[in-house]
């Protein structure tokens, strides 16, 4: 008898010990999920679909931005004047979702300490006196060790244009950010949306986007999306928690719904709201100059699946 109490503590001291191990592994990344690749992208070009989309008299309802993402490393830091940016979902001219990693001069954001990250929301719009881009930007501050690494993350930007200016909400982890303002409105482009990653972008004023003396901006984010739906206005409150499924519904909101159910290194990847808007893989190519031969290009393809 006494032999089997010793074996049943010698049993329960080890699972004690190795539980918390356990719950520290990674999250499980399965299959069906989309990998960015280095200098690469997924891109929908359907010109007018994916900003805030009732039109500039209207103002619109808003649009809401959301996805689930899996980081496999912290974005570094880069000895130079601009952080290293992934991207992770933008549409050039009128918003960005993007993580970064600190530059080193003090210059640049002394408010940021060595070995602190970023996960990065910006409204931008375009303008014949400045170019591109006036950006409304937020920007949430991770310590060292906070950066969401190796789990699922849920990420959220809510855009609304209205007559007193712009209004953005984020939200990381399901948990909103204060509402804020700003007197610039979003941009409404011909660009298309990009998700993983980002090319250089012309765009007819002859401004660039993503170019910063002729070196990208932004690359191309370490790690997996599992599924990112847009939707007309905004889901959720401006403030306070949130708890969205794990797998995102389809409903009467749903611009776009994505769930990369084909694995990757798929040639495309299908819309699963119904609207068809297909996302297509990129390279490292610099986009020529938009103009309405885009909604030509993004009608064709919209039917070719």
């Known amino acids: 008898m006494t032999y089997y109490k010793t074996l049943w503590i010698?049993?329960?001291?080890?699972?004690?010990?190795?539980?918390?191990?356990?719950s520290a592994q990674p999250d499980?990344?399965?299959?069906?999920?989309?990998?960015?690749?280095?200098d690469g992208y997924l891109y929908a070009d359907y010109p007018g679909v994916f900003d805030d989309a009732e039109g500039d008299e209207a103002f619109g309802e808003g649009i809401t931005i959301e996805m689930?993402?899996?980081f496999t490393e912290v974005p570094p830091e880069r000895q130079s004047l601009h952080w290293e940016h992934w991207a992770i979902v933008a549409k050039p001219g009128s918003y960005f979702i993007s993580a970064a990693g600190r530059a080193l001069e003090?210059?640049?954001?002394?408010?940021?300490?060595?070995?602190?990250?970023r996960l990065i929301f910006a409204v931008e719009s375009i303008s014949d006196d400045h170019g591109c881009c006036n950006r409304g930007v937020g920007g949430m501050p991770l310590e060292p060790g906070e950066f969401p690494l190796k789990r699922w993350l849920h990420i959220?930007?809510?855009?609304?244009?209205?007559k007193d200016g712009t209004h953005r909400t984020e939200f990381i982890d399901r948990h909103g950010e204060v509402r804020r303002r700003f007197s610039g409105q979003m941009g409404r482009t011909e660009a298309p949306l990009y998700v993983g990653g980002a090319p250089m972008v012309t765009f007819e004023n002859g401004d660039t986007w993503n170019n910063d003396w002729g070196k990208p901006?932004?690359?191309?984010?370490?790690?997996y999306i599992d599924e990112i739906r847009i939707s007309k206005g905004?889901?959720?409150?401006?403030?306070?928690?949130?708890?969205?499924?794990r797998n995102f519904r389809v409903d009467k909101r749903t611009i776009a719904l994505w769930r990369f159910e084909e694995g990757p290194g798929a040639p495309f990847y299908r819309d699963s709201s119904g609207n068809d808007y297909t996302l297509f893989p990129g390279g490292s190519l610099?986009?020529?100059?938009?103009?309405?031969?885009n909604i030509t290009w993004g009608s064709l393809k919209q039917g070719r699946f």
């Open 10 to 22: 010698i049993v329960i001291v080890a699972l004690l010990v190795a539980a918390p191990t356990a």
């Open 28 to 38: 499980e990344v399965p299959p069906d999920v989309f990998e960015a690749a280095v």
């Open 68 to 70: 689930w993402i899996y």
């Open 106 to 117: 003090d210059s640049v954001d002394s408010s940021l300490p060595e070995g602190h990250t």
């Open 156 to 162: 959220a930007m809510q855009i609304v244009v209205k």
């Open 217 to 223: 901006v932004f690359e191309s984010m370490k790690g």
């Open 234 to 245: 905004w889901r959720y409150v401006a403030k306070g928690n949130i708890h969205p499924k």
């Open 286 to 293: 610099d986009v020529q100059p938009l103009s309405k031969m």
